[in-house]
């Protein structure tokens, strides 16, 4: 019994060994080291998706261009699939308006998306990546103009400060899921588009359950993958 035990043992770590060693066989092939990462520079364009918001049927929130820098790192967890987490420094800007006049709003912060990645191609002729995954968003400034005063949006309230009589305020800890689709040349130079959707409830309107305002967000970016 003990000779099957110890046979069965060496049977498994040797299956192991190998199939350990065809992985940073294939990996080796592909020219994908187990961890690698890079730069990234986008541009976005992002609003609001809004849903009963009070005394402001009519509100609504209109796309507009910002800007995106930061890092990724790949985990590469085979020929052709790969774990992609970013760090991304952002900015965006949108507009507001209720039918009536146009709030100019402006926030910048960090964002940490990360992707599931299915990975095809060559070497020779450029790999095609697509996945998605979930996000993070941490706004650490913001500012609406009103075009008479301007404010802070993810400023918190003051203890007895009533929200509808005052502007509206958004929490700063966002989350969503994201989908990716991406081309790198055979040089290494990446070129991305990514669809984010957020799924926190940021307006903090606490009395009124129905009322829901979330993130939409589009990028188009560049990228350079160090080998």
Same mark, same amino acid.
């Given at each position: 019994?003990?000779?099957?035990?110890?046979i069965?043992?060496?049977?498994?770590?040797?299956?192991?060994?190998?199939?350990?060693?065809?992985?940073?066989?294939?990996?080796?092939?592909?020219?994908?080291?187990?961890?690698?990462?890079?730069?990234?520079?986008?541009?976005?364009?992002?609003?609001?998706?809004?849903?009963?918001?009070?005394?402001?049927?009519?509100?609504?929130?209109?796309?507009?261009? !910002? #800007? %995106?820098?930061? =890092?990724?790192?790949? &985990?590469?967890? @085979?020929?052709?699939?790969?774990?992609q987490?970013?760090?991304m420094?952002?900015?965006?800007?949108?507009?507001?308006?209720?039918?009536?006049?146009?709030?100019?709003?402006?926030?910048?912060?960090?964002?940490?998306?990360?992707?599931?990645?299915?990975?095809? !191609? #060559? %070497?020779?002729? =450029?790999?095609?990546? &697509?996945?998605? @995954?979930p996000?993070?968003?941490?706004?650490?400034?913001?500012?609406?103009?009103?075009?008479?005063?301007?404010?802070?949006?993810?400023?918190?309230?003051?203890?007895?400060?009533d929200?509808?009589?005052?502007?509206?305020?958004?929490?700063?800890?966002?989350? !969503?899921?994201?989908?990716y689709?991406?081309?790198?040349?055979?040089?290494?130079?990446?070129?991305?588009?990514?669809y984010?959707?957020?799924?926190?409830?940021?307006?903090?309107?606490?009395?009124?359950?129905?009322?829901?305002?979330?993130?939409?967000k589009?990028?188009?970016?560049?990228?350079?993958?160090?080998?």
């Open positions: 019994m003990k000779k099957v035990k110890i069965s043992l060496l049977v498994l770590l040797l299956s192991a060994s190998t199939l350990s060693a065809v992985e940073r066989d294939t990996i080796s092939k592909t020219n994908f080291p187990i961890v690698n990462g890079g730069l990234k520079m986008q541009a976005n364009a992002s609003n609001f998706l809004t849903r009963d918001i009070p005394n402001l049927p009519n509100l609504r929130s209109t796309m507009n261009v !910002g #800007s %995106e820098i930061g =890092g990724f790192v790949d &985990f590469n967890l @085979g020929k052709h699939f790969l774990i987490l970013n760090v420094l952002f900015a965006t800007q949108n507009d507001w308006s209720a039918g009536f006049s146009v709030d100019k709003m402006w926030t910048a912060g960090v964002e940490i998306p990360m992707y599931f990645l299915g990975r095809y !191609g #060559s %070497e020779q002729n =450029g790999y095609i990546y &697509f996945g998605g @995954g996000f993070t968003q941490f706004a650490v400034w913001g500012q609406i103009d009103n075009g008479k005063t301007k404010y802070n949006p993810y400023q918190p309230l003051s203890e007895g400060q929200m509808t009589e005052q502007n509206y305020v958004f929490s700063n800890n966002n989350s !969503g899921l994201g989908a689709l991406g081309y790198e040349l055979p040089c290494r130079l990446q070129f991305n588009a990514s984010q959707v957020g799924i926190s409830d940021l307006l903090l309107l606490e009395h009124n359950p129905k009322t829901f305002v979330c993130t939409q589009v990028t188009l970016g560049i990228a350079y993958r160090f080998k």
